[in-house]
């Protein structure tokens, strides 16, 4: 088991940039690969960005719409994850989850934190 928690949300104006953490407990961290999810008021949930275990091997995933705008990073001697947001925009909106993988994916993350939200206003 992995245990994961979410931190930094909240509420800041479109433009502004916000950093949100993941903490895990439990299993070896750094064998699982790490994303970040969002899911807005009425939708599903979808996929934001992805990072293998080895931080180093610079692999990582963005969805589309926040390329260029959010990056991923991760510390294992920390066991945490970052989300790193800049040029927030109204539409991004939602509340964020981290989660586990045992491979790099969009669809294969096994272990959920509870979510933390992030509100932009316009």
């Known amino acids: 088991q992995v245990q994961l928690v979410e931190s930094g949300g909240g509420l800041v104006q479109a433009g502004d940039s916000l950093r949100l953490s993941c903490t895990a407990s439990?299993?070896?961290?750094?064998?699982?690969?790490m994303g970040w999810f969002r899911q807005a008021p009425g939708k599903e949930r979808e996929f934001v960005a992805g990072?293998?275990?080895?931080?180093?091997?610079?692999?990582?995933d963005y969805a589309d719409s926040v390329k260029r705008r959010f990056t991923i990073s991760r510390d294992n001697t920390k066991k945490t994850m970052y989300l790193q947001m800049s040029s927030l925009k109204p539409e991004d909106t939602a509340v964020y989850y981290c989660?586990?993988?045992?491979?790099?994916?969009?669809?294969?993350?096994?272990?959920w934190g509870q979510g933390t939200q992030v509100t932009v206003s316009s």
């Open positions: 990072i293998d275990w080895n931080y180093g091997s610079g692999n990582t």
């Open positions: 439990g299993r070896t961290f750094v064998a699982f690969a």
């Open positions: 989660a586990a993988a045992p491979v790099l994916s969009r669809n294969e993350y096994k272990y």
